[in-house]
């Protein structure tokens, strides 16, 4: 990094809050030498290899730089954050592989799309024909005929029953169906996540707020002009790193609650890694649309949700912070 007497850089003049690391990080990425041996130790890279070690002549051949301190000026600058030396030669840090996983997962974020394709399966709301669509790293259901559950913004599709973003490496190897799938079960495992306080993108602390649409006097099976949502009370998730976000209604998010989990098993519904076909995944969004909620109190922050399956009925009583403080059923 700069001293203190050298000019800002303009990668230090924009990431004002990124802080001192990030930004030396950018700037150590910034040059092609630099990502050429990144992608060459990657492509070395077996994940189940002991040793992944490539040594210093034969990783310069395969960047091709011929001129030895060149090469060598470039890979002491990544040796440390994303590049490891060790006694056979030189290897992806941690760090590194997970960098270079992340730009491999989002080739073609913006390229890679999927046209609304219907996948001959009823709306959840009113039983009109439904499609699948993938846009800028989002993968949609929708309903051709009706609003769906949310209101999407200006570059979405309408109709929105079911949204995740999901990278586009995702679509590899996996018909419509099965990319489906994928998306339902990830969303599971990031509400696991958010709800854990851990950022599904990189591991950071997420704080967790409650947002209550006021006046929220939308019939059922509506979306609200106001806050653009068929249910009145969000749970938001912003990671204080790295910024990611999230939100869904607790009706929803209460599916990965033990207790819910078991209350669907003992009536021989499994909700968990089973989840793996095109009906399966389908039935679990029914079922999290038949969860009801209903905001006891604003201040403190209650919501109370009720699942009632067979006969049955179990109702979970959550805080601002979404965790349970009363349980019936």
Same mark, same amino acid.
């Given at each position: =990094? ?76 990544? %040796?440390?954050?994303? /590049?490891?030396?060790?006694?056979? !030669? ?5 760090? !590194? ?15 890679? %799309? ?15 024909? %439904? ?15 009706? &609003? ?46 958010? =709800?854990?306080? /851990? ?46 976000? !999230? ?12 207790? /819910? ?6 009536? !021989? ?9 095109? &009906? ?40 601002? &912070? =979404? ?7």
């Amino acid at each position: =990094m700069k001293d203190a007497e050298s000019p800002a850089s303009a990668v230090e003049v924009a990431a004002v809050s990124a802080g001192a690391d990030a930004i030396e990080a950018f700037e150590l990425i910034g040059s092609e030498p630099r990502l050429a041996i990144l992608l060459a130790l990657w492509e070395a890279y077996d994940p189940y290899a002991e040793d992944n070690a490539i040594p210093f002549s034969e990783l310069r051949k395969r960047v091709g730089i011929r001129d030895p301190g060149q090469f060598n000026y470039h890979l002491s600058r990544l %040796t440390g954050p994303f /590049v490891k030396k060790t006694d056979d !030669g030189y290897e992806l840090h941690p760090s !590194g592989l997970h960098l270079v996983q992340t730009v491999v997962a989002g080739i073609g974020m913006q390229a890679a %799309t999927i046209p609304p394709t219907d996948v001959g399966s009823g709306c959840l709301r009113c039983g009109a024909p %439904t499609a699948i669509s993938y846009r800028h790293g989002w993968l949609y259901y929708v309903c051709t005929e009706c &609003e769906g559950f949310v209101r999407g913004s200006s570059d979405q599709p309408g109709g929105i029953l079911f949204s995740q973003a999901f990278p586009p490496a995702g679509l590899s190897n996996r018909s419509l169906e099965e990319v489906f799938v994928a998306g339902v079960f990830r969303l599971l495992q990031t509400f696991a996540m958010e =709800m854990g306080g /851990v950022c599904p993108r990189c591991s950071g602390v997420v704080a967790t707020t409650v947002e209550i649409c006021e006046g929220h006097d939308t019939p059922p099976g509506d979306v609200c002009s106001r806050c653009q949502r068929q249910y009145d009370v969000a749970v938001k998730w912003t990671c204080t790193v790295c910024k990611y976000r !999230g939100q869904a209604p607790p009706s929803v998010v209460a599916m990965i609650h033990p207790a /819910v989990g078991a209350f669907y098993h003992d009536h !021989g519904v499994d909700v968990g890694y089973t989840i793996d076909d095109f &009906e399966s995944s389908r039935r679990l969004l029914r079922l999290l649309r038949d969860h009801e909620q209903a905001l006891v109190s604003a201040d403190p922050v209650r919501v109370l949700v009720t699942i009632r399956y067979q006969g049955d009925e179990l109702q979970l009583t959550f805080d601002e &912070e =979404m965790h349970v403080v009363e349980r019936r059923g």
